[in-house]
């Protein structure tokens, strides 16, 4: 999903980190030293990533909980 919004055409698989940079207000990035260039877009990813990465997994404990038999 990461990949998807960094190289794709669309916006919406990078959500959470557009939000991010949103509510921290980085709006002086390009000021910003390298290394700190480099943390800040490594935050990002991590958020994205991890934000995928909770939505799949609670996308398949559903998936799991509603498609299992019921007790006999």
Known sequence: MTLLAWFGSWAWPGWPA????DLLGFTDFADFP??????????LIMINVGTWAAV???SMLLVR??????PP
């Open 18 to 21: 557009s939000f991010a940079i």
């Open 34 to 43: 390298r290394l700190a260039k480099s943390g800040v877009v490594v935050l």
């Open 56 to 58: 799949i997994r609670a």
């Open 65 to 70: 909980t509603s498609s299992s038999p019921a």
